[in-house]
Structures are given as structure tokens and as C-alpha cells.
T-cell receptor
Framework: EDQVTQSPEALRLQEGESSSLNCSYT??????LFWYRQDPGKGPEFLFT???AGEEKEKERLKATLTKKESFLHITAPKPEDSATYLC?????????????FGKGTLLTVNP | DSGVTQTPKHLITATGQRVTLRCSPR?????VYWYQQSLDQGLQFLIH???????AKGNILERFSAQQFPDLHSELNLSSLELGDSALYFC?????????????FGQGTRLTVV
């Protein structure tokens, strides 16, 4: 069974204080690893897809990296508007079901 | 705005009742996925439809059912509701034949069972 574990569960940063979120996964064969951002009471918002170990993607202050066992979401010089829950999900190879298996998320709070 | 529309946004109902949640996918998307999000479980996959056909089931209770119509909108039917069914229900869509398999989520329906 596919599993995703995210750490830490919650992270509090000061504005400008860079840090990283971790996503460890086990999957029979990885088709893709996804990062989403979720604001309270809203649907998850797509950020990145990573397909193979060594791949990196960037968007503004966010950079996602992938190894064979985990992914990191690096946040550089965060701002208060980056406060949200960040969700990691994996998609397994095989078949035509592209369902996502999610971790429980990291709640990020950035204080001004 | 993801382009995925869910109605209603909020629903309050009594135990034992039946409700229907509706989802309109992004224009051009053929796949619809339903997820349940509760505080303790996180986002759990329920069911996947592709172009009107059921493709996979996840942790979906027998009291729950879904369908996808010819116009590609989908409905999730929840019956004999229990207090524990209170959660956020999300619909997501994608068009995986393009090779891009990221799913786009709607804003969810918050179901409260009292």
C-alpha cells in the first residue's frame, strides 16, 4: 500500500527565515510526486509535479526536490502569505487510475 | 480558480438522511476523483470515474455511491448519514491522456451531520 509521511506536522517561522518541509514516501512504482498548498476551508491548489529522482522545480520562494525515498519543499525567505498547509501526494504506476495518496500535511505559519 | 465547481458549498443534515454532492470538472477533463477530508484522516481517495465509467474505488463506504454523467459532471450520493460522515468532500479532475496527471481540486462541500 502506498504511504506518505510528512514532517514536521507544524512549523512556525519568522518572515525571512528559510526552512524545508519533508515528505517521505513508499510506493510500488512512482509515476509522480505532487505538492499542493491548502488554505483553510479551501481546496488544495496544485504547486509542483516531480517525476524522477534528482528533479527540481521552482516557483517564486518555493523549490521542490525529489530523491528515491523523499521529497523536500524548500521555502526561501518566506512571507506571511506563504502560511498554509502544504500537502504531499504520490501517484503510483500501473493501471489507469491516477489517484493520489496524500500525507497529512505540514501546517506552516509565517509570522511578520 | 481551478475551474472545478462543486455545489453546494455547505450542507447541514440530520443523521439517517441522504444527500447528493455535485461536481463539474474543468472543461476538457474526462476524469473525476472524489476525496474525503477529515481532521484526523487527511485527504482520503473515495472513487475515480473516467468518461462515465468507474475506474477505481478507494475507502468508500457501501452507503456512498457516485456516478459520472454524459456531460461529465459527477455526483456523490451519501445515504444513511452518520455523525462520522461529517467532513469536507472534494472533487478533482484531470485529463491524463495528455501525460500531465496533476489533478485540480474544487473548493469542496462541507458536510455537517447533526
Amino acid at each position: 500500500e502506498d504511504q506518505v509521511t510528512q514532517s514536521p506536522e507544524a512549523l512556525r517561522l519568522q518572515e525571512g527565515e528559510s526552512s524545508s518541509l519533508n515528505c517521505s514516501y513508499t510506493v510500488s512504482g512512482l509515476r509522480g510526486l505532487f505538492w499542493y498548498r491548502q488554505d483553510p476551508g479551501k481546496g488544495p491548489e496544485f504547486l509542483f509535479t516531480l517525476y524522477s529522482a534528482g528533479e527540481e522545480k521552482e516557483k517564486e520562494r518555493l523549490k521542490a526536490t525529489l530523491t528515491k525515498k523523499e521529497s523536500f519543499l524548500h521555502i526561501t525567505a518566506p512571507k506571511p502569505e506563504d502560511s498554509a498547509t502544504y500537502l504531499c501526494a504520490v501517484q503510483a504506476n500501473g493501471g489507469s487510475n491516477y489517484k493520489l495518496t496524500f500525507g497529512k500535511g505540514t501546517l506552516l505559519t509565517v509570522n511578520p | 480558480d481551478s475551474g472545478v465547481t462543486q455545489t453546494p458549498k455547505h450542507l447541514i443534515t440530520a443523521t439517517g438522511q441522504r444527500v447528493t454532492l455535485r461536481c463539474s470538472p474543468r472543461s476538457g477533463d474526462l476524469s473525476v476523483y472524489w476525496y474525503q477530508q477529515s481532521l484526523d484522516q487527511g485527504l482520503q481517495f473515495l472513487i475515480h470515474y473516467y468518461n462515465g465509467e468507474e475506474r477505481a474505488k478507494g475507502n468508500i463506504l457501501e452507503r456512498f455511491s457516485a456516478q459520472q454523467f454524459p456531460d461529465l459532471h459527477s455526483e456523490l450520493n451519501l445515504s444513511s448519514l452518520e455523525l462520522g460522515d461529517s467532513a469536507l468532500y472534494f472533487c478533482a479532475s484531470n485529463f491524463h491522456s495528455t501525460g500531465n496527471t496533476e489533478a485540480f481540486f474544487g473548493q469542496g462541500t462541507r458536510l455537517t451531520v447533526v
